[in-house]
Nanobody, 120 residues
Framework: QVQLVESGGGLVQAGGSLRLSCVAS????????MAWYRQTPGKQRDMVASISTSGSTNYANSVKDRFTISRDNARNTVILQMTSLKPEDTAVYYC??????????????WGQGTQVTVSS
């Protein structure tokens, strides 16, 4: 009923930039907080950045001052602008959204993931 579709991953050299987008679609009654997570093989999925419905943001220490999260509520979209990328930013990035579907309780939904690779 709900889909999160990410785009914008790819290969970039260290110091470069990438912009990730995620669009939520389907039977969405209310879209609450949205976030980006990332995961590398054998490790847990970690939060990179989050944004509330009012626009309040939170960042992992490792990406502060380099990444910027934003959202377009009219388009059910969340953006992650990544600059000054480092090889350690290499990971699969996942979009997350807390969504209320009509006649149900809010729950988390996840995108399929998009690979970001930063070469040194």
């Amino acid at each position: 009923q709900v889909q999160l579709v990410e785009s914008g991953g790819g290969l970039v050299q260290a110091g470069g930039s990438l912009r990730l987008s995620c669009v939520a679609s389907g039977s969405i009654f209310r879209l609450h907080g949205m976030a980006w997570y990332r995961q590398t093989p054998g490790k847990q999925r970690d939060m990179v950045a989050s944004i509330s419905t009012s626009g309040s943001t939170n960042y992992a220490n490792s990406v502060k001052d380099r990444f910027t999260i934003s959202r377009d509520n009219a388009r059910n979209t969340v953006i992650l602008q990544m600059t000054s990328l480092k090889p350690e930013d290499t990971a699969v990035y996942y979009c997350n959204a807390h969504i209320t579907v009509a006649m149900s309780t809010p729950r988390d939904y996840w995108g399929q993931g998009t690979q970001v690779t930063v070469s040194s």
